[in-house]
């Protein structure tokens, strides 16, 4: 991406949980920060997020979770990317416990944000996402 | 009235109530239904619980009761709550992790196994696929011996919420009404103990809104219920004794408190002022709370006991029927069994160490409860009045037209911006997130873990049911499934009593469900 253009970011709930509290304050934080926001919302899988990332030329996604599913989705949602040739970071909300963190690091997520992240944690964990991926 | 003298601590007798009319037990019930409120049955400590296999809750649900809790409450994980069997594609990653997974009648049976039917009194929380699920509560009571006409609980069944805040709906507003009603005439004919229906402010809080807006939608909701019944033919004062309730407790102690008894007072009014009812049942709005799993926090979450407290309290001065309380450990996983063990036992301190259980409405007359219990039936009879307005006199059309309009999700995520932002601010102190912050870096306790291999032994346990069934038992029950959902005057029930009997899966019957009935995408509002 240019220098000056916004971060474009798609947010998407992946996965059966509908709890979507926390990503729409996320799409809020984000938008206020500046970025441009690509809201896929609840029931979104690895196809129709990695699908949403193609067509709006998406800089990062953000995936939340709060169904304890990380550990196997969030791997397959790195790997689907770059399947697709994707080169873009994500970065996981949720209820995700500390001893995970490791683990999805290695699986390639860029970063965690987790619950009570006040609002410059969230706009630095993206901006540091995808500053620090990549190209 | 109990003959036992009430003392306190100190050994000064106190009477069951104190002040004017109207009193507890007399309408408007805004100070509670029952005259002397816990002196005469405490609330029920119905702990909601849920995870892995229905042999891995069981054993939870037997701890529980060993452990003094009166009631069961069933969390389905997230598949079965979509209606998705364990081995769906979408169900990946998600079967057993926040609830129990069940897919078939013998799930449902190894789920209680060993819990006597015909004396426990069970809630399951689940919406869209509920009438599957009661009907294989039914089949498994049935089939050990115990007729459902004994059987107590309650089913959530509340689907309107769920286009609002919790999200998980399955089919389209209108047909899925159908099914609420349907559970609504076949409970009132056949299950005299069940209630049909939970009408839920739980899940509109934790998605963000005001405690006025939780009042408010929620009644609303119960009010279209009640007009959706109605106009499938049955008389108001058949099914609304049976109607229930299920609020939030957030933390703001004397906002909830007020919250509980305007829900009291509108429900009375409107009852018996607009739907014409006149059993005294009808007008009495019982209900359970649970504590708000929103307010706790990851950060020092020991601090959560302390909030879990201070909120079941509020429930309690509130005249709740039953009380969930929250694990510490929620906001960071499933709860342990010694997390949910204390969250209990902060019930048992309040019901029988504080001596709040032995006056009924102890905070009634305080002027500061009863103006806030005024102003927020004031604001919230300033959204039925405009539900009534869109919906041209009718509060079911008018929550039809508000959800269609995405206007309760664009004022619910209005609502929760708001807060966030005033918390972000430092406008609003939460204890160990923005303020008081020493320990909140510490190690994190143990945390409940389901891995992965809970998702296959199920696969397997669904595997070995399709493998023993008659498939074309299965197959002959699906069409009637298909064909009585075509006509939307047949009760639904006898045809799902049939298809869970000859063990099809609730996947399948969601399926041709939705083949009738269609899907729903909601609107997104952000």
């Known amino acids: 991406m240019s220098g000056d253009s916004p971060i474009r970011v798609v947010l998407a709930k992946l996965g059966l949980d509908g709890h979507d509290r926390g990503l729409k304050v996320v799409a809020r934080i984000l938008r206020d920060a500046g970025m ?11 196809e129709t997020i990695v699908d949403a990332v193609e067509q709006e030329d998406a800089d990062v996604v953000g995936i939340s979770m709060l169904n304890a599913g990380h550990l196997t ?16 970071p994500v970065v996981i909300g949720g209820i995700v416990p500390d001893e995970d963190r490791q683990a999805l690091a290695d699986a390639g997520v860029a970063g965690v944000l987790g619950p009570g992240a006040p609002a410059e944690e969230v706009v630095a964990g993206i901006r540091d996402a995808v500053a620090t991926h990549g190209w | 009235m109990t003959g036992k003298t009430f003392r306190t601590l100190s050994g000064i007798p106190v009477e069951a109530v104190y002040g004017d009319g109207p009193l507890p037990g007399e309408f408007p019930y805004t100070r509670g239904v029952h005259p002397d409120m ?78 006597d039917l015909g004396a426990v009194s069970t809630s399951m929380t689940i919406n869209g696929p509920a009438p599957i699920l009661l009907a294989m509560y039914v089949v498994v009571a049935e089939e050990s011996g115990v007729e459902r006409s004994r ?54 809080r934790e998605a963000g ?85 929103v307010s706790l926090t990851a950060q020092q979450p020991e601090v959560n006991i302390a909030r879990v407290a201070l909120q079941a309290l509020a429930g309690v001065m ?32 309040i019901a029988h160490e504080t001596g709040v259980a032995s006056v009924a409405d102890p905070l009634g007359g305080s002027h500061y409860v009863e ?43 209005d609502a929760s911006y708001r807060y966030e932002r005033e918390v972000n601010a430092g406008d609003r102190i939460v204890v160990g997130v923005n303020a008081f912050t020493e320990g909140s870096d510490s190690r994190q306790a143990e945390l409940l873990r389901i891995g992965q291999e809970t998702e296959d032994l199920q696969c397997q346990r669904l595997d070995a049911v399709r493998r023993s069934r008659d498939d074309r038992a299965v197959a002959a029950s699906l069409s009637r499934v ?29 399926e041709v469900l939705e083949g009738v009935f269609g899907t729903y995408v909601e609107r997104t509002v952000v």
């Open chain 2, 209 to 293: 809104s005001t405690a006025a807006q939780e009042l408010a939608f929620t009644l609303a909701n119960g009010f279209a219920y009640v007009e959706a019944a109605c106009a499938a033919g049955l008389s108001v004062d058949s099914f609304a004794p049976r109607l229930s309730f299920f609020f939030n407790s957030h933390v703001d102690f004397f906002e909830e408190v007020g919250k509980f008894r305007a829900a009291r007072r509108i429900w009375a009014q409107w009852m018996r002022d607009r739907y014409g009812a006149t059993d005294e049942r009808s007008l009495k709005l019982r209900f359970h709370t649970q504590t708000a799993g």
């Open chain 2, 318 to 349: 509130g005249g709740t029927q039953s009380l969930h309380t929250d694990s510490h450990d929620e906001a960071l996983a499933l709860p342990t069994a010694e997390a949910a063990r204390i969250a209990l036992r902060s019930q048992q301190v």
């Open chain 2, 38 to 115: 816990y002196r005469s049955r405490l609330w029920t400590m119905r702990m909601f619980a849920g995870f892995g296999t229905a042999e891995d809750t069981n054993t939870r649900f037997r701890e529980l009761l060993r452990s003094g809790g009166t009631g069961l409450s069933t969390a389905f994980d997230m598949p079965t709550l979509m209606g998705r069997d364990s081995d769906h594609e979408w169900a990946l990653g998600e079967v057993g992790r926040a609830g129990v997974a069940v897919d078939t009648v013998e799930d449902m049976a190894d789920l209680f196994d060993g819990i």
């Open chain 1, 36 to 46: 441009e926001v690509i809201y896929l919302g609840l029931r979104q899988t690895t």
């Open chain 2, 482 to 510: 298909a064909s009585d959902a075509a006509e939307p005057t047949t009760n639904l029930l006898p045809a799902l009593l049939e298809a869970v009997s000859v063990r099809a899966t609730l996947g399948e019957v969601v």
């Open chain 1, 73 to 88: 989705l969030g791997p397959r949602i790195v790997d689907a990317l770059a399947d697709a040739g994707l080169d873009v």
């Open chain 2, 151 to 204: 059987l107590a609980g309650t089913l959530q069944n509340d689907i309107l919420k769920e286009y609002q805040a919790q999200k998980e709906y399955l089919f389209p507003p209108r047909p899925s009404v159908r099914l609420v009603t349907d559970a609504i005439r076949f409970t009132t004919a056949e299950m005299p103990r069940w209630n049909p229906v939970s009408v839920s402010g739980y899940h509109i």
């Open chain 2, 371 to 413: 103006w806030m219990t005024d102003e927020l039936e004031r604001r919230a009879e300033e959204v039925f009045a405009h539900l009534d307005e869109l919906g041209g006199g009718s509060l079911l059309e008018g929550v039809y037209a508000a959800i269609e309009s995405g206007w309760f999700v664009g004022e619910i995520a």
